[in-house]
């Protein structure tokens, strides 16, 4: 019984030594510096007219000429006239001029703007954003600097530190 102890004992010991533990560590450091473009968002509105009610007879029908590229429909007069008189009617009359295409658009400014932009009738539109004073240091103490910069602008300094044990 000593000669398989002694035996076991042996191989154990020619066996590689394991370990337990594990150690690592990951520093990150960042700065995130962002100026905004320019963005227009433009939506052409057509044109339409509607005209409707009772009691109500069209004589000559209004309505809307066609445009061009360079103008816009142009409304035409009807001629209504009450079919019973003395009797309740109603009459309702919509018109509305669409845009005229726009074929080019303003180029930048110098400032990376669109200082004259074309707009059809639905408009969104988005400044872009001025450097300004805009900066991000990274440093040996590991706490970034920002510095906020002018309009449409985004700083965003960042420090990750870790350290995983047995893991």
Known sequence: MKRVAIIALGLMSLA????????????????????????IQST??????????SNITATDLGGLTAGSTTAP????????????DGQAFSFSE???????????QTSLSSG?????PNLYGSSVTSSGGTAGSL????????????????????????????????N
Do not use: K, M, W
């Open 16 to 39: 590689p030594a394991s370990s337990a533990f594990e150690i690592r560590s990951s520093i990150v450091d960042s700065v995130q510096l962002t100026v905004e473009g320019p963005a």
């Open 44 to 53: 052409r509105i057509g044109s339409q007219y509607t005209v409707s009610g």
């Open 73 to 84: 429909a142009l409304r035409t007069t009807g001629d209504y006239e009450v079919t019973n």
């Open 94 to 104: 919509y018109d509305l001029v669409g845009d005229v295409a726009v074929t080019s």
């Open 112 to 116: 990376g703007r669109v200082d004259t």
């Open 135 to 166: 900066a991000g240091t990274l440093s040996a103490t590991g706490v970034p600097t920002v510095t906020a910069g002018g309009a449409g602008t985004t700083v965003i300094g960042q420090r990750t530190t870790e350290l995983s044990v047995f």
